[in-house]
């Protein structure tokens, strides 16, 4: 369906779950954070950022740690139960918090007797109005009494990190686990009330072939996944160290990621899923579908999402925090992050302010992913026609009038053309990872 054009992928361009992305972040006034969360009126989301797994993959670019040290997960999570109060005192009347996402690392690295706790500290100290819960997952330290932490949370959506069922996949990755452990885990999360499962898949790994990753998404459709995500794998080992276990030779080439790609988009359509941009999907019955059948897909750092909530508190070392007119991230290192919120501080010194011209650009570039389709203000279509016209040209993308739409064929181009929108890029070019 979709045809390779590689001098239109050359440039690796953000994954644009933020405008401007995390990469143009700069240091914050003081209070700044504080001040955001005291004016933050109406629905509003949480994530808390749990950063420790048992195991450290090596693929991994996310803030996480190995949860061996009893101590150390004691004391971050002393700092987060800090940080919930200290972020329920300053919000204010009529504010609403309506969704709570618990990712990581992996949530399941910790003692659920701890992860109860938070939840019980979440309840102390925030307005909580019916939220819906969910959770990321690593099913190879998921047991029976996760099962039972979820029934008792009223946690109704899961998310887990499969990335491959092939053997040899997984073992040059360092994240090795069976067939049984995943169908097992997929037991214990639908009898403890889950009822929108995704599964994390990626392709591009090392010494993956193309059947491997058709045998993994038919796999996944199996075991009755309502969401697939088919991430392309990002080497930038000068970015995430760990990567530098992985050989770049055992990589498949550009072309192939392209096809892989293109398979995955064909397969899951093909078995019945609604496709959400090139590299998400959705059964027809799952909220995330729903939302694109109803124009209503966003953009957050959490990626494509049904949430309409304007204002995302990110609690826990690394969290970035998101508002109208506001990006912030707390401290990376969760040493100082543990510091700075024992003494009742927040500790988000680091984003960016939105300007009205990020905001509208912003809108531009998520109207482009979430929905394919935007209509364009004269000047920034004057100002990028000349760069548009390669994906135009090569019947990837129309322009009608002041209407932007991506076509069909244009789907995994979606990121490049959104960066045509990027002002910062031209200002601040960086390493960012593959456009697919």
Known sequence: MWTYHPELLATPVPRYTSYPTAADFGM?????????????????SLYLHIPFCEQICYYCGCNTAVSGKRARVEAYLAALHQEIAT?????????????????????????????LALVDSLHAHLPLFAPEWSIELDPRSLTSAWGKVIAATGITRAS?????????????????QSLAMICRSVDWLRSGGVTSLNFDLMYGLPHQTETDLEDSLAYAHKLGADRIAVFGYAHVPHMVPRQTMIREDALPAAETRFTM?????????????DAIGFDHFALPHDPMARAVRGGTLRRN???????????????????????????????????????????GRLSA?????????????????????????????????????????PFTQA???????A?????????????????LFDAYRALAPRRFSSAI
């Open 160 to 176: 887990m990190g499969v990335q491959t069922f092939a053997a040899h996949c997984q073992k040059a990755i360092g994240r090795e």
């Open 261 to 273: 790609a293109s398979e995955a988009h064909r397969i899951l359509t093909g078995q019945g899923y």
């Open 349 to 389: 010194s680091h984003g960016i302010i939105r300007s009205p011209e990020d905001q509208r650009r912003g809108a531009v570039i998520e109207a482009l992913l979430c929905r394919s389709e935007v209509l364009l203000p004269d000047d920034l279509r004057a100002e990028v026609a000349p760069r548009l016209a």
């Open 301 to 343: 750092f959490q990626g494509f999402t049904d949430d309409p909530a304007e204002v995302l508190i990110g609690l826990g070392a690394s969290a970035i925090s998101g508002f109208p007119q506001l990006f912030a991230q707390n401290e990376k290192h969760t040493g100082r992050y543990r510091q700075l919120s024992g003494e």
């Open 87 to 115: 972020v329920g005192s300053l919000l204010p009347q009529g504010a609403r918090v309506r969704r709570i996402a618990f990712g990581g690392g992996s949530p399941n690295a910790i003692e659920t007797g701890d992860f």
């Open 403 to 419: 209407v932007l739409s991506i076509l069909p064929g244009g789907l995994p181009y979606a990121r490049v053309i959104a960066a």
């Open 395 to 401: 019947g990837l993308a129309a322009l009608d009038g």
């Open 28 to 44: 914050l006034d003081e209070g700044t954070i504080e001040r955001a969360i005291a004016g933050a009126v109406g629905d509003i």
